[in-house]
Nanobody, 123 residues
Framework: VQLQASGGGLVQAGGSLRLSCAAS????????LGWFRQAPGKEREFVAA????????DYADSVKGRFTISRDNAKNTVYLQMNSLSPEDTAVYYC?????????????????WGQGTQVTVSS
């Protein structure tokens, strides 16, 4: 599967952005999906994940209550709605996919990665 992330940009603190990740392939609904981010000089970290059907999700503690992951299997797309953004959320955001029914939260669990989209939050 190939992944294409979009929707990043520059936003003021307290603002919102919605990231999208479009996937190719006819078996999109069989993939678990996740969002990760990497700030300069830091390791890539887990943000949010969703299982194949969308019935189960997981979030990093730092984004709980502010970010929402969702998927539209008819459109082969996963979304990350980000609200109440802070400068600490500034990073390159990556979407990832793996062919499993579970929710995956580890970087090493995913086989497929998108190219990343930059999110910059100004104070």
């Amino acid at each position: 599967v190939q992944l294409q992330a979009s929707g990043g940009g520059l936003v003021q603190a307290g603002g919102s952005l919605r990231l999208s990740c479009a996937a190719s392939g006819r078996t999109f609904s069989s993939y678990a999906l996740g969002w990760f981010r990497q700030a300069p000089g830091k390791e890539r970290e887990f943000v949010a994940a969703i299982n194949w059907s969308g019935s189960s999700t997981d979030y990093a503690d730092s984004v709980k209550g502010r970010f929402t992951i969702s998927r539209d299997n008819a459109k082969n797309t996963v979304y990350l709605q980000m609200n109440s953004l802070s400068p600490e959320d500034t990073a390159v955001y990556y979407c990832a996919a793996d062919q499993t029914i579970r929710v995956l939260t580890r970087v090493t669990s995913y086989d497929y990665w998108g190219q990343g989209t930059q999110v910059t939050v100004s104070s």
